[in-house]
């Protein structure tokens, strides 16, 4: 059974860039969330995408998007990059979606740094 | 709105010793599940155990065991026999059964196991 994947391992950038984050769904999951965690916090929820729609989205700026593909990988985009956006950028699969959601299983993580 | 808290910023023990995280949660789902997660240095969060609200059981997962009060709003983490193995970030989290079932976490507790 393979795990969830997640790449780059780490990014630098500059403010006011782009960068898109990629994540593989653990096999026979359909479900991918994304979070985002500060340094010293615990994950923020940003978006969730069920079968290529997005779910349910956390309390982030549009500047933040997603996708979902057919294989159920997915992207996270984000634009117009601030510094607060440094942080750890954590991938999560599971099965299914709102009260049928099953655990959730998360890749090593995007570190990411705006300078 | 759902909150997780996690009074210890930070735990130690010795090899072998069983460990208690604490952990007190927040909710007006009457249904809702609760997880720990493990996250060492490297970054990757790893499931370790998983309590329903409904669960007339406390869980248990090998070395792991999930003390659930629910009248307490608490489900502390119970880690037997330690490793060194066990150095880590640990973090409560709470889904519910409603909306997107996304997860919310606490800010972690980080423990540190010694020879």
């Known amino acids: 059974e393979t795990g969830v994947t997640q790449s780059p391992t780490h990014l630098i950038k500059t403010r006011g860039q782009q960068v898109t984050l990629r994540c593989s769904s653990q096999?026979?999951?359909?479900?991918v969330s994304w979070y985002q965690q500060a340094l010293g916090q615990g994950p923020q929820f940003i978006f969730q995408y069920y079968r290529e729609e997005e779910n349910g989205r956390g309390n982030f700026p549009p500047r933040f998007s997603g996708l979902q593909f057919p294989n159920y990988s997915s992207e996270l985009n984000v634009n117009a990059l601030e510094l607060d956006d440094s942080a750890l950028y954590l991938c999560?699969?599971?099965?299914?979606?709102?009260?049928?959601?099953?655990?959730?299983?998360f890749g090593p993580g995007t570190r990411l740094l705006v300078l | 709105a759902q909150k997780i808290t996690q009074t210890q910023p930070g735990m130690f023990v010795q090899e072998k010793e069983a460990v208690t995280l604490d952990c007190t949660y927040d909710t007006s789902d009457p249904s809702y599940g609760l997880f720990w997660y493990k996250q060492p240095s490297s970054g990757e969060m790893i499931f370790l155990i998983y309590?329903?609200?409904?669960?007339?059981q406390n869980a248990t997962e090998g070395r792991y065991s999930l003390n659930f009060q629910k009248a307490r709003k608490s489900a502390n983490l119970v880690i037997s026999a330690s490793q060194l193995g066990d150095s880590a970030m640990y973090f409560c989290a709470m889904r519910d059964f409603s909306g997107y079932s996304t997860l919310t976490f606490g800010k972690g507790t980080m423990l540190l196991v010694s020879p």
């Open positions: 309590q329903g609200s409904y669960d007339q």
């Open positions: 096999s026979g999951h359909n479900t």
């Open positions: 999560a699969s599971s099965l299914g979606a709102g009260p049928n959601l099953e655990t959730q299983y």
